[in-house]
């Protein structure tokens, strides 16, 4: 994609959040790669994941050791290819790489928000990025697209803005939590909560930050992201020094694997979008305002859909992909699904595995031959 | 463009315009796109195969990834006009299952399998002693996927005792022909067989 560089827009006008709570003012910076043809037809949005970010693809300057998170599909001549479309990805409310988010200056006290920043939910993401939409000139996608935590907002997108979403594709994700993925990220937030240099959230103004809670919080999420097959094949029972040591220094080599992930993480995400992030997976629930049925809270659903899972993916399983697919036949929804061989765990939405990329191109291929001419 | 197959034309002349179809074991989807273009048709095309797969949503054909000996268990009663099971039948797990499960989530069920009554088949067993190969059933014993052949006769038989009511039923021969003498002997002639039906009235 070459160099990017991102954008930023200031929102004054009030967002009401799912909770109550009320966002008075807020920016959302973003990233956007190719051209939005003259009927504004061309646009498709990218959402992210947990950790992810606007920055999809690209280099933000010449010695950027890494591309975006999506670098593999998104660009000339990729699955989402940005001669054909306006690709958009904006970074949600809430996280650290630039919109409005807990480390952001709470205009009203003139301190970071910290704990003070509201509970943010998918539902107010998607919100958020309708009007950012409405600021790009795009009065509808020609896809929203994402993975896991991003592929719930492409699922919201369809709920709640039917008229303004073509097609969504929905990789890697589940209509909600079960009671293990809340545990899991339970677990995590303890680590967070209860670490000393936490102060209630507050810790921005001790100069510190929890890095304990935030370190293990990370490993713990690598472990859901990577199956039990690709980490034996990765790691096995390897051992870093070739021999074991008695003490507890690294000595396999999956340790070593986790220590580094924890330690790439810290200084680069903020504990209480961590905090904030998890709860907005563990919230989704579009079913739960419909009375438990799926099927009947994507009624007013119009969009075609594509839905994609991974065999190895135990986070969010084939299964529970296959939910989703079943409430949009049940309401006789256009909807393919293709369940993707992949030993990489949950992982492998950010891989280019070759039929992954083959299903991702020609799904796009479609909705480029759908656009208005 | 290719005139359409014919046993695809046979399912279109048979279908409603406008139906809603379940095509299990769609392979690359062209059923279901025949009957999209030709009569109104929409619906999904369930099927296993990562190769297949691809190739429907490439033609822009709905389709479902999964494995039908898995059951229809995820579609509601009465969800389809048609349930349709094309060349797939004598490659299920469950024949009998398949097409009780096919009347649940349908109202009308259509089934094409290759007729093993067929005499070419039956000379290759019956005379040569060996197990048959044919342009319909071209796979060798140790490689076939098809493992529960029948014929015409055991078909109907399988239908009478589950209580299945056949509305209409057809023949074809390798090269999907339609002849005088299917129509005499469709047993012994009929290479593909085609049957719609339905779950019997109780008298």
Partial sequence: MGLVTPARLRFPEPLPLASGGMLADYELVYETYGTLNADASNAVLVCHALSGSHHVAGYHSEDDKRPGWWEHHVGPGKSLDSRRFFIVACNNLGSCFGSTGPASINPA???????????????????????????????????????????????????????????????????????????????????????PDFHEGRFYDHATEPRRGLRIARMLGHITYLSDDIMREKFGRDLRSGKLNFDYQVAFQIESYLRHQADSFVGRFDANTYLLMTKALDYFDPAGVAGDNLAAALAPVRADTLVLAFTSDWRFAPARSREIVKALHDNDLNVSYAEITASHGHDAFLMPIPRYVDILTAYMDRVFAGLSP | MMPARIDFRIIGDWIRPGSRVLDLGCGDGSLLAYLARSKGASGYGLEIDDTHVGECIKRGVNVIQTDLDAGLSEFDEGSFDYVVLSLTLQAVRYPDRLLREMLRVGTEGIVTFPNFGHWRTRWQLGVLGRMPVSTALPHEWYNTPNIHLCTLRDFASLCEREGIEVLESQVVDHAHRRRLALRLLPNLLGEIALYRFRRARLP
């Fill in chain 1, 109 to 195: 006290t003139g301190r970071a928000y910290g704990p003070d920043f509201p509970m943010v939910t998918v539902a107010d993401w998607v919100a958020s990025q309708a009007r950012l939409a409405d600021r790009l000139g795009i009065r509808k996608w020609a896809a929203v697209v994402g993975g896991s935590l991003g592929g719930m907002q492409a699922l919201q997108w369809a709920i709640d803005y039917p008229d303004r979403i073509a097609h969504a594709i929905i990789i890697a994700a589940a209509p909600k939590l079960t009671a293990q993925n809340i545990a899991f990220n339970e677990v995590a937030r303890q680590a967070i909560l209860t670490d």
